[in-house]
């Protein structure tokens, strides 16, 4: 079974702190992704790495982002946190063929900035 | 037309009935589609691919109308523990992009 593993299941931060969102996959996954879940807007990828050292920004980049330096390993960075990343966390990785591979999901970080 | 879309419900259904729910895609290229099922504060995980010939699993089978665009899934027998949201997920075709749809919620009632 694929086993994705977020550090943290609950997290409270303080505006203006930088935060470390880590996610580690144990199935030698060439794609990991960071994905954001709102109540109403559904998930919305926010960065995704195709290989080692690369990134791709996804579709709400803006705050965030990433470092990718092993392949098991997925960092999500808030450089200044704002209420408005206020919200549950989503790794997910898959198989290099994005398109025909499923993905799968860490267990999520539900992240408050206060 | 949005990329994917999904009734977001909620689906009201009584335990031991039939339900089937459709996503619609806007992309004609798109070649893969997924369904996950995704319980109130956990993640979605994978509950069948949509292959173009259709495909069952146990009480769930999903289909593929590409003529109209859509995938459905189809839950026979519904249990209380089939309540969750079901996301559909497409490839809609351009650079290998996935899209979630927001997903329907399902409630079966005993």
């Known amino acids: 079974d694929v086993k994705v593993t977020q550090s943290s299941r609950y997290l409270v931060k303080r505006t203006g702190e930088k935060v470390f969102l880590e996610c580690v996959q144990d199935m030698d996954h060439e794609n990991m992704f960071w994905y954001r879940q709102d109540p109403g807007l559904g998930l919305r990828l926010i960065y995704f790495s195709y290989d080692v050292k690369m990134k791709e920004k996804g579709d709400i980049p803006e705050g965030y982002s990433v470092s990718r330096e092993k392949k098991e390993r997925f960092s999500l960075i808030l450089e200044s946190a704002s209420t408005n990343q206020t919200s549950m966390y989503l790794c997910a990785s898959s198989w290099v063929d994005v398109s025909n591979q499923p993905q799968h999901f860490g267990d999520g970080t539900r992240l408050s900035i206060l | 037309r949005k990329e994917v879309e999904q009734d977001p419900g909620p689906f009201n259904v009584p335990e031991g009935a039939t339900v089937a729910f459709n996503c619609t895609y806007s992309?004609?290229?798109?070649?893969?589609f997924f369904w996950y099922r995704q319980d109130c504060r956990k993640e979605p995980k994978l509950l069948m691919s949509?292959?173009?010939s259709g495909n069952e699993d146990g009480r769930f089978t999903a289909q593929l109308n590409r003529a109209s665009q859509y995938i459905s899934l189809l839950i026979r027998d519904s249990k209380l523990s089939d309540s969750a949201t079901y996301l559909c997920v497409v490839n809609i075709g351009r650079d290998d992009k996935i899209i979630f749809g927001k997903g329907t919620r399902l409630h079966i009632l005993p």
């Open positions: 992309n004609s290229a798109s070649q893969s």
């Open positions: 949509v292959y173009s």
